[in-house]
Nanobody, 122 residues
């Protein structure tokens, strides 16, 4: 079983940038497709971005396309989410998740980190 720990959240002004990291332990991350999800207060958890095991394919939600970039470094057992041009509506707890295949819903991922809070002020 892989364990995931997110970091890099914080408070940033609108238009700013943050880079989230997801560090894995327990098993090699290269065996898993990875996703970044977020959940804002009072809202359902939604997918932000996903990446295949090799990094050869990625997926982005329409709301973040062109602003966020998902990447991975299997040698470092880590996945990243570069977030640029942040908006107040990006405020949420961000989670990384591991699954057997790249999916577009939370049900496709069976291992989750504890989350990291991103707050974008206007």
């Amino acid at each position: 079983q892989v364990q995931l720990v997110e970091s890099g959240g914080g408070v940033v002004q609108a238009g700013g940038s943050l880079r989230l990291s997801c560090a894995a332990s327990g098993r090699t991350l290269g065996s898993y497709a990875m996703g970044w999800f977020r959940q804002a207060p009072g809202k359902e958890r939604e997918i932000v971005a996903a990446i295949t095991q090799s990094g050869g394919a990625t997926y982005y939600a329409d709301s973040v396309k062109g602003r966020f970039t998902i990447s991975r470094d299997n040698a470092k057992n880590a996945v990243y989410l570069q977030m640029n041009s942040l908006k107040p509506e990006d405020t949420a707890v961000y989670y990384c998740a591991a699954g057997r295949r790249m999916g577009f819903g939370a049900a496709g991922y069976d291992t989750w980190g504890q989350g990291t809070l991103v707050t974008v002020s206007s």
